[in-house]
T-cell receptor, first 110, second 113 residues
Framework: QKEVEQDPGPLSVPEGAIVSLNCTYS??????FMWYRQYSRKGPELLMY????GNKEDGRFTAQVDKSSKYISLFIRDSQPSDSATYLC??????????FGQGTRLTINP | GAVVSQHPSRVICKSGTSVKIECRSL??????MFWYRQFPKQSLMLMAT?????????EQGVEKDKFLINHASLTLSTLTVTSAHPEDSSFYIC?????????FGEGSWLTVV
């Protein structure tokens, strides 16, 4: 079993739709949860960083963590074509290495 | 924001030759450097972790003699792919860490022909 499971997609939605991206993890020791966006042939960029269970909002993006069920989500409201990218969830225990999900390829259709 | 410079962004080399990829943290000191490899449509796979002045720790299945990592200073780390083969063609990404913050380079596309 992978430490972090993420549906690779691809996921295709119309512009303006609400997008829900999800990951599950197996190690209850993971403390930090991140979402990265990666455009084609580019390095990942950090979108959201959360520590505790609950929601964290930043503009059109909301990250949600449920430690009891080991489930993390990223919601994108009013999705735009420029949001088309691969989204990677990642977890971290302390200052140790990141553990990434497989990444979900998202396409927003105009 | 923190700046990470990774070069070259793209490189094509002949099979059997060696290629060096540089990663510089321009405005912070990277106490730890992670090197990742990413094949098309796949996630980032950690290759090795290095701390400044120490030997790198390689993940299982990664050949330390093939992927040479040097982390001689807090602002520079290099990954050298030795005796490259076509199966080494991939996207290589450095990831310097400063404190609890992890950054990523823009990646280097390696094509071995």
């Amino acid at each position: 079993q992978k430490e972090v499971e993420q549906d690779p997609g691809p996921l295709s939605v119309p512009e303006g739709a609400i997008v829900s991206l999800n990951c599950t993890y197996s190690n209850s020791a993971f403390q930090y949860f991140m979402w990265y966006r990666q455009y084609s042939r580019k390095g990942p960029e950090l979108l959201m960083y959360t520590y505790s269970s609950g929601n964290k909002e930043d503009g059109r993006f909301t990250a949600q963590v449920d430690k009891s069920s080991k489930y993390i989500s990223l919601f994108i409201r009013d999705s735009q074509p420029s949001d088309s990218a691969t989204y990677l969830c990642a977890t971290q225990q302390g200052a140790q290495k990141l553990v990434f999900g497989q990444g979900t390829r998202l396409t927003i259709n105009p | 924001g923190a700046v990470v410079s990774q070069h070259p962004s793209r490189v094509i080399c002949k099979s059997g030759t060696s290629v060096k990829i540089e990663c510089r943290s321009l405005d912070f000191q990277a106490t730890t450097m992670f090197w990742y490899r990413q094949f098309p449509k796949q996630s980032l796979m950690l290759m090795a972790t290095s701390n400044e002045g120490s030997k790198a720790t390689y993940e299982q299945g990664v050949e330390k003699d093939k992927f040479l990592i040097n982390h001689a200073s807090l602002t520079l780390s290099t990954l050298t792919v030795t005796s490259a083969h076509p199966e080494d063609s991939s996207f290589y990404i450095c990831s310097p860490q400063s404190g609890n913050t992890i950054y990523f380079g823009e990646g280097s596309w390696l094509t071995v022909v």
